[in-house]
């Protein structure tokens, strides 16, 4: 091995122990209690190393914050790699996000506080580019499933892919946004479980994008739990 190649692999190493101990922080702390000091102490590094690989905690935050994007893709990519009818396959990356969501929470965490505009303002735009980049994959997954359904017959025409990708997405997340900080609250006040509401929204949702034909010789096969 070159002395080049071993600096590389040398430089490869300490990023990823930084970006370990970056994530073990934000995921105990969140963002504004974390500092990099506590970063640095954990990574047990110099302050002033950090900063030699990431700019700021904003942006050592969304470098964390991709890895949960990456994580997403890498769950919704493999629940529609199977042979399986394309509405099986939306009811199935419903799940997935589900199933993300239960599993990886301080991703899906750190993912919500992304859209909060202030947050924006102190990344840099390489970071905001590299997010978008991941953010654009996942989408793309999305959109080409649902143009599939259309072409098939599946759903309706008149619906633009992207704009129907974003209302379910929005409306999936928002359950579970709820259900993440209200799901006693709700079963108290209401006597309603966030967690089955997910699940039937997913059938509602998808009913309601459906064409007439398709409701008729696939709704009884959606899974109405």
Known sequence: MGTQERKEREKEHRRE?????AQKVFFEKGLQA???DDIAEVAELSKGTLYLYHRSKEDLYLTVMVRGMETLYRMFAEAISS???TMEHLTRLSETYY????????YFRM???FLHPEFHKQVTSEMLDACTVENQRIWALVIDLLEKGVTEGLLRQELDSAATAAFLWLSLTAILVRLDAQYEG???QLNVDLKELYRKSTVLLLES???E?????????LPMI
């Open 213 to 221: 034909e398709a409701k008729q010789t696939i709704r009884p096969a």
């Open 99 to 106: 199933e993300f969501f239960d599993k990886e929470r301080n």
């Open 34 to 36: 974390a500092t990099m």
């Open 186 to 188: 709700f079963k108290k």
């Open 83 to 85: 042979d399986r009818p």
């Open 209 to 211: 994008i459906m064409t």
């Open 17 to 21: 122990e930084i970006l370990n101990a």
């Open 111 to 113: 993912m919500n506080f």
